[in-house]
Nanobody
Framework: QLQLVESGGGLVQPGGSLRLSCAASGFTLDYYVIGWFRQAPGKEREGVSCISKSGGSTIYADSVKGRFTISRDNAKNTVYLQMNSLKPEDTGVYYC??????????????????WGQGTEITVSS
């Protein structure tokens, strides 16, 4: 059974860092595009970042460019989201997602079929 599990969330002060992990089971992550999305309280889900199958291509939302870095370790079947210089507006539940049909990276959540359960991040002093 294909499954994605996020971890690494928590409470962090503004300006701090966190690294999220998205571990895959039931399939080999190497062959698939992986996206990170987030949903803040009372807001719609938004795309944060995406990494291509090879890892050679990445996309970031304007709001996180220069602060977040997505990477993948295919040997560990895991994708990471390194988040630096965190701001209160980064607060929310973060999800990783994939779709077996996606050929290219994008931040359109509707195109992703498989989702993890999410990990919550709170940026607050």
């Amino acid at each position: 059974q294909l499954q994605l599990v996020e971890s690494g969330g928590g409470l962090v002060q503004p300006g701090g860092s966190l690294r999220l992990s998205c571990a895959a089971s039931g399939f080999t992550l190497d062959y698939y595009v992986i996206g990170w999305f987030r949903q803040a309280p009372g807001k719609e889900r938004e795309g944060v970042s995406c990494i291509s199958k090879s890892g050679g291509s990445t996309i970031y939302a304007d709001s996180v460019k220069g602060r977040f870095t997505i990477s993948r370790d295919n040997a560990k079947n895991t994708v990471y989201l390194q988040m630096n210089s965190l701001k209160p507006e980064d607060t929310g539940v973060y999800y990783c997602a994939t779709d077996l049909r996606l050929l290219f990276c994008n931040l359109k959540g509707a195109q992703y079929e498989y989702w993890g359960q999410g990990t919550e991040i709170t940026v607050s002093s």
